[in-house]
């Protein structure tokens, strides 16, 4: 009799056995056998199969990412997005190929570089090694470029040049080597891309007039539209140069049509500082216009100097006033412009602050030019408690500036010295005596002289 005998394993077999006891040699070597291809069945793992494609390679292709119109004057970047389309269209399999490495659509060790060609364009980036690209993939490039100011706009084609390596053919040797064999390539696309027209200026001449620290001024430009495009509805307007001396009163100019050639002139009214110095700063001129697509636009801003003269300025050139305690007295006091601005209606004012009072304290100076020298006259009283010393009194001018704009000067201190009543009237009495003296003196000798004549005659 037969029965049935289940073998533990990863896969449980059911094999066919004699019963115990009356089993022959040749059911047990078919037996041995049966386990001996199983158990080889389990350690022996299948040949895996290996591929090779037996067409394809890399196809480039190459545009510009985002937009592609720059303008005149521009620094930007060109960002270049590279894309393999390469296909691989045939592959074989088999157990007795050995797979591949890399893939003929595959373009390895690539070197990409960017030619201006006829454009105006300066390229400032080198060429660009960006390693493999696998077909059905794509990469971003970028290259720094500089488009000239005087650039002429229009559409250019810009080279791109491509370098890089595929597997042309790989021979297999035996069932365990291969050989490969690579093609070295060389491809130029081309980039379009447009430059704008765009409105440009140059400054042909700029005057200012009354311009000195702490006052306003005028200032008259001509500018000429030297791009290639008619600005509309065109505004010259300037700026502040960060914290440039020179502040515009009048920031902006309506010109209207403003046609390539043409030109015009604009005044502005500008501040200066009151502490500036006497030296060149710093403005911005640009222009907003309509551009031909509609659009408002302004212009590259341009920075011109502008010189500056010296304020006006104020000192007091005249001695130390000096006054008895007590005492109430007209004084004179001598001012000179030491700054490099004529002034105008210009009135001078002493502050009296106790010990002193003052029922005149204000004297009018007029037009006072640069280093000229006026007086003026104040009436001052001193407490006859005052110390004896000397005291530094706050004088200003206020004056007006060549756009009539008001101003205080900075404080002029204006030294007056008290001394003792006594020493006043001593003082006095000397003058006296030496004005007696030579009034007694110059009498003598008038009649001596008259004397002499009489004699003489007689």
């Known amino acids: 009799m037969f029965r049935t005998k289940r073998i533990s394993g990863p896969h449980h077999l059911t094999v066919l056995a004699k019963s115990a006891g009356s089993g022959s040699l040749l059911s047990r070597l078919c037996f041995g056998l049966l386990i001996s291809i199983v158990l080889a069945c389990l350690i022996i793992p299948p040949v895996s199969a290996g591929e090779r494609y037996m067409t394809g390679s890399p196809e480039l292709t190459a545009a510009v990412s985002g937009t592609n119109e720059f303008s005149p004057g521009d620094d930007t970047v060109i960002t270049v997005q590279l894309q393999n389309e390469g296909l691989n269209e045939l592959k074989f399999v088999s157990s007795s190929i050995i797979s591949r490495d890399d893939q003929p659509n595959t373009a390895k060790l690539i070197t990409i570089t960017l030619d201006p060609g006829d454009s105006p364009l300066i390229i400032k980036s080198d060429p660009q090694m960006i390693g493999d690209l696998k077909g059905g993939t794509s990469t971003l490039v970028k290259f720094d470029v500089k488009i000239p100011k005087n650039a002429t706009a229009g559409t250019y084609d810009l080279p791109l040049n491509i370098k890089y390596t595929y597997l042309w053919m790989a021979e297999q040797i035996g069932t365990d080597s291969i050989q490969y064999m690579y093609r070295e390539m060389n491809e130029t696309l081309t980039l379009p891309v447009n430059i704008k027209p765009v409105l440009q200026f140059s400054l042909l001449s700029s005057d200012t007039k009354h311009l000195n620290a702490g006052t306003e001024g005028y200032l ?89 003269g010296e304020k006006a300025d104020f000192t007091v050139i005249s001695e130390p006033i000096e006054l008895s305690a007590g005492q109430k007295k007209v004084v004179t006091v001598k001012y000179q412009n030491t700054g490099g601005a004529t002034v105008y209606s210009a009135q001078a004012r002493i502050s009296a602050v106790d010990p002193f009072t003052s029922d005149d304290d204000t004297a009018f100076l007029g037009t006072f030019a640069p280093s000229e020298i006026k007086e003026a006259t104040f009436e001052i009283s001193v407490d006859s408690s005052a110390t004896e010393k000397e005291y530094g009194l706050d004088s200003e001018v206020r004056y007006r500036d060549a756009l009539d704009n008001s101003i205080i000067s900075d404080p002029i201190k204006v030294r007056v010295e008290v001394v003792e009543q006594s020493h006043a009237v001593a003082y006095l009495l000397v003058g006296i005596l030496i004005v007696g003296i030579i009034g007694g003196g110059y009498h003598y000798y008038r009649r001596r002289r008259n004397e002499s004549g009489e004699v003489k005659s007689g």
Do not use: C, H, W
């Not at 006497?278 to 309509?290: A, M």
């Open 220 to 308: 008259t430009l001509v500018i000429q539209n030297t791009g290639q495009e008619d600005g509309k509805k065109a505004i010259v307007k300037i700026g502040r140069n960060d914290n440039s001396m020179v502040i515009p009163t009048d920031a902006s100019a309506y010109i209207g049509d403003f046609p390539v050639g043409s030109e015009i002139t604009s005044v502005f009214k500008i501040s200066v500082s009151r502490d500036a110095e006497n030296k060149t700063y710093p403005l911005d001129v640009y222009i907003n216009y309509e551009n031909y697509e509609g659009d408002i636009v302004d212009t590259d801003r341009t920075t011109i100097g502008i010189p500056v």
